[in-house]
Every structure is written in structure tokens, then in C-alpha cells.
């Protein structure tokens, strides 16, 4: 079983960054797709931002030329810049590792942080 931890969240007025970390166990780190997603209340958690075992990304176009998913292999960790937030990135952030990259998240599948809140507001 992955361990992962999400880290990096807290309140940031619109238009400021954040990064969020996503830390993972195990010797199989780099095989793994890894996706950031997010849930805000009363709606499903969905795929903000994914990365492949490959480096392909993709992003959800709400936040396509503000977010930017990266990893690092050597650290088991997968980061999630954020720039120009919005107050509608308001969520708790979660990430997934070696799950499938799906819009909208199968919670079975893969290994779950416990999520990190991100507030946008003034």
C-alpha cells in the first residue's frame, strides 16, 4: 500500500500562489500516473491536473495556463503550482497516485492522501 501525504494549503487572496506537495512511499514511485484533484462542497472530486509515468500532463481547462503539475522522481513527489488563483479554486485538494487519470475520481482506485484545503479569498 502507497503512502501519500498532501502538503502546501491554506488561504491566499485571488490572483496569489501556492504549491502543493505530494509526497508518496514505496519503490515504485516512478511507474505511477499521479493526479491532483479537487472537491468542493457538494460536488464531485474532479481531476484538476494529471501526470503520467511518462511526463505527459494534462489539465482541466479551468485551470489550463495557471496551473502546473510536476515530479520529481528521486523524492517520490509530485508538485502542483498555482498561480492566478481564483475564489472558485476554493477546494480540498487531494492526490492520487497510481490510479487512472480520470475526470472525475474513482475513489477505489490508486492511493489517497488525506487532502490539503485551499481557500481563495479576500
Known amino acids: 500500500q502507497v503512502q501519500v501525504v498532501e502538503s502546501g494549503g491554506g488561504l491566499v487572496q485571488p490572483g496569489g500562489s501556492l504549491r502543493l506537495s505530494c509526497a508518496a512511499s514505496?519503490?515504485?514511485?516512478?511507474?505511477?500516473?499521479v493526479g491532483w484533484y479537487r472537491q468542493a462542497p457538494g460536488k464531485q472530486r474532479e481531476l484538476v491536473a494529471g501526470?503520467?509515468?511518462?511526463?505527459?500532463?494534462n489539465y482541466a481547462d479551468s485551470v489550463k495556463g495557471r496551473f502546473t503539475i510536476s515530479r520529481d522522481n528521486a523524492k517520490k513527489t509530485v508538485y502542483l503550482q498555482m498561480d492566478s488563483l481564483k475564489p472558485e479554486d476554493t477546494a480540498v485538494y487531494y492526490c492520487?497516485?497510481?490510479?487512472?487519470?480520470?475526470?472525475?475520481?474513482?475513489?477505489?482506485?490508486?492511493?489517497w492522501g488525506q487532502g490539503t484545503q485551499v481557500t481563495v479569498s479576500s
Open positions: 514505496g519503490s515504485r514511485f516512478r511507474v505511477y500516473h
Open positions: 492520487n497516485v497510481g490510479g487512472p487519470l480520470l475526470p472525475i475520481a474513482n475513489i477505489k482506485q490508486g492511493s
Open positions: 501526470i503520467t509515468s511518462g511526463l505527459i500532463t
